[in-house]
């Protein structure tokens, strides 16, 4: 969480940057301090703090002190331990888990459900207008695309996903209002996925980005979804991204369902699953 807010800093308004320095300074303290003392150390006033939070993504005060005062108690700070060249099988297999899963209980910490509703209000709007949904990712990010193509088209969702950057900017020129593309990035400052990106908002679609704080993707879509980490862009491939970033569009997808409802889903699902049969062995 303290990386994020870090990652935000340069973005964020002077009032909000000094709100933030302070609750990097002393972020135990920061959670326990009621507002208006927040407000007297900062020399900003009461709603420049709220306005912080919603900034660095959170429902506003109490569900950024919240998640600071999980992050500071609980003992699950991300300390990632990169792969040596003399690591055992054993050794290796411990840090890809451990950073693996303390990257997930970094997310649940620090997620904003305020942002995840707004992605999931957009979705739907796109859904029951019968518009289009499409997920852009090029690399890595380009099979998580490909991931959520799969997962969203099983709801009935009028879905594709492209990881060529001509088709992305290609298909981004014909969206229009109601439809919705994912846009997603480990970095947040790949070229054809900010022109892609870019074009699809002109054109009037919700923007949607998966991507790190503080990147510009980050502040080109509609809606930001964090996925921060510390892994590095220049050892081996990337995998605590690549794993973050199918968490994030699980949680969408599964959210999705619930929202569709069972009335409408389980006889697809069913008939899918029939269809499916001939195709495994007896």
Do not use: W
């Not at 997310?107 to 509703?117: C, K, M, Q, V």
């Not at 999705?256 to 899918?272: C, D, F, H, K």
């Amino acid at each position: 969480m303290l990386e994020r807010i870090q990652a935000a800093l340069p973005s964020l308004a002077p009032a909000e940057q000094r709100v933030a320095k302070l609750c990097l300074a002393d972020p135990r303290a920061f959670a326990k301090l009621p507002v208006g003392v927040l407000a007297d150390r900062s020399h900003v006033s009461k709603p420049t703090v709220v306005r912080f939070c919603r900034s660095v993504g959170y429902d506003g005060l109490a569900d950024f002190k919240r998640k600071l005062a999980g992050t500071v108690n609980e003992g699950v700070p991300f300390i990632h331990r990169s792969v040596d060249s003399d690591d055992k099988t054993a050794d290796v297999m411990v840090k890809v888990i451990d950073n693996t899963v303390a990257a997930f209980l970094k997310y649940r910490n620090e997620a904003s459900t305020l942002a995840i509703d707004r992605a999931l209000a957009a979705l739907m709007v796109a859904y029951e207008g019968k518009h289009r949904i499409q997920f852009f990712g090029v690399g890595n990010s380009g099979v998580v695309a490909q991931d959520a193509q799969h997962k969203f088209f099983r709801l009935g969702v009028n879905t594709v996903a492209y990881s060529d950057g001509h088709m992305q900017v290609m298909s981004a020129s014909t969206l229009v209002a109601g439809d919705c593309v994912v846009v997603i990035s480990n970095s947040g400052r790949t070229r054809d996925l900010m022109d892609a990106c870019d074009i699809a908002r002109k054109n009037g679609a919700t923007t949607i980005v998966i991507t790190a704080s503080g990147s510009p993707l980050a502040r080109a879509g509609h809606v930001h979804l964090s996925a921060d980490h510390p892994e590095g862009f220049d050892r081996y491939s990337p995998m605590v991204s690549r794993l973050l970033h199918l968490m994030i569009i699980d949680i969408l997808a599964t959210c999705m369902a619930l929202r569709i409802g069972g009335e409408t889903l389980q006889p697809l699902l069913s008939e899918m699953k029939n269809n499916l049969r001939s195709k495994r062995y007896t």
